[in-house]
Nanobody, 117 residues
Framework: VQLVESGGGLVQPGGSLRLSCATS????????LSWHRQAPGKERELVAA????????NYADSVKGRFAISRDNAKKRVYLQMDSLKREDTAMYYC???????????WGQGTQVTVSS
């Protein structure tokens, strides 16, 4: 399983970013995909997850209504659209994949998102 994130950067509060995760090495359409983040001194937390067929999406309460996860099974990519960004969204963002509920997540290397004026 290989996951490569891109799209992070520096953005002002209230701005937007779109993260992308390119994948290979597994049957993409059969896997649950997700985005997680980890801020300095804090534990890694689940931000958003999407089911293998894309019909079910779950979000952390802190990002509901601002972030949207999507997947393109033909391109084997998963995305995270982040709008109305806040300073507290600053973190390293990781793409992850797993075969099913209760199985182990495979991780990408992460992409840094910094929200600052």
């Amino acid at each position: 399983v290989q996951l490569v994130e891109s799209g992070g950067g520096l953005v002002q509060p209230g701005g937007s970013l779109r993260l992308s995760c390119a994948t290979s090495g597994f049957t993409f359409s059969s896997y649950i995909l997700s985005w997680h983040r980890q801020a300095p001194g804090k534990e890694r937390e689940l931000v958003a997850a999407i089911s293998s067929a894309g019909g079910t999406r779950n979000y952390a309460d802190s990002v509901k209504g601002r972030f949207a996860i999507s997947r393109d099974n033909a391109k084997k990519r998963v995305y995270l659209q982040m709008d109305s960004l806040k300073r507290e969204d600053t973190a390293m963002y990781y793409c992850a994949a797993r075969r099913g509920i209760g199985t182990t997540w495979s991780w990408g290397q992460g992409t840094q998102v910094t929200v600052s004026s």
